[in-house]
């Protein structure tokens, strides 16, 4: 069964800190995304990344950054949290060579930041 | 500028009737759609696509309508069952390029009453 995991289902941070949120899949997917979730405005798009070392910004890339180090795993990095950053956070991933392929998400990191 | 809108926040069914999901977009060159589901503290998970070819495609209760000069997509999910329950996120995305990045609409939260 094909999976993408994230580490974390639930977080808890507090204000100033630097916060790591890892996900790795295991289906040797080209291309990893990170979302964050938010009532009323969906699913929204902080960075993807489409090869080992590569990335790109997505709609709301302020106050994050991102590592993909190796071709599983792709971390989204908090630098300083604030509490605007309360979110559910959900990687995906899927596959370059084939056009139609949507995206396999994780479970999702409920983060909350104090 | 939200470029996939679903305008209904919510929706309510009753058991065995039909539940229609709505879903408009504004970015022409749009050419693959696709619906996801989402159960709270889960990852969404995929239902049903269309290609821009073809005005319907059905799987079991599920049917996508596209209607392309309307720029409007709709699920349909006949019949309804309270398993359904669940946040419905509509997404859009042009095919051919190196990631097939998703554009998500805001969500309906579907409520299927026994």
């Known amino acids: 069964d094909v999976k993408v995991t994230q580490s974390s289902r639930y977080l808890v941070k507090r204000t100033g800190e630097k916060v790591f949120l890892e996900c790795v899949q295991d289906m040797d997917h080209e291309n990893m995304f990170w979302y964050r979730q938010d009532p009323g405005l969906g699913l929204r798009l902080i960075y993807f990344s489409y090869d080992v070392k590569m990335k790109e910004k997505g709609d709301i890339p302020e106050g994050y950054s991102v590592s993909r180090e190796k071709k599983e795993r792709f971390s989204l990095i908090l630098e300083s949290a604030s509490t605007n950053q309360t979110s559910m956070y959900l990687c995906?991933?899927?596959?370059?060579?084939?056009?139609?392929?949507?995206?396999?998400f994780g479970s999702g990191t409920r983060l909350t930041v104090v | 500028d939200q470029q996939v809108k679903q305008n209904s926040p919510s929706l309510s069914v009753q058991e065995g009737r039909i539940s229609i999901l709505n879903c408009d977009y504004t970015n022409s060159m749009f050419d693959y759609f696709l619906w996801y589901k989402k159960y709270p503290a889960e990852g969404p998970t995929f239902l049903i696509s269309?290609?821009?070819?073809?005005d319907k495609n059905e799987d079991g209760r599920f049917t996508v309508f596209l209607n392309k000069s309307a720029k409007h997509l709709s699920l349909h999910i006949v019949p309804s069952q309270p398993g359904d329950s669940a946040v419905y996120f509509c997404?859009?995305?042009?095919?051919?390029?190196?990631?097939?990045?998703?554009?998500f609409g805001t969500g309906t939260l579907l409520a299927v009453q026994p």
């Open positions: 997404a859009a995305t042009r095919l051919g390029g190196a990631t097939n990045k998703l554009i």
């Open positions: 269309i290609s821009s070819i073809k």
């Open positions: 995906a991933s899927n596959r370059r060579d084939i056009p139609n392929y949507g995206y396999t």
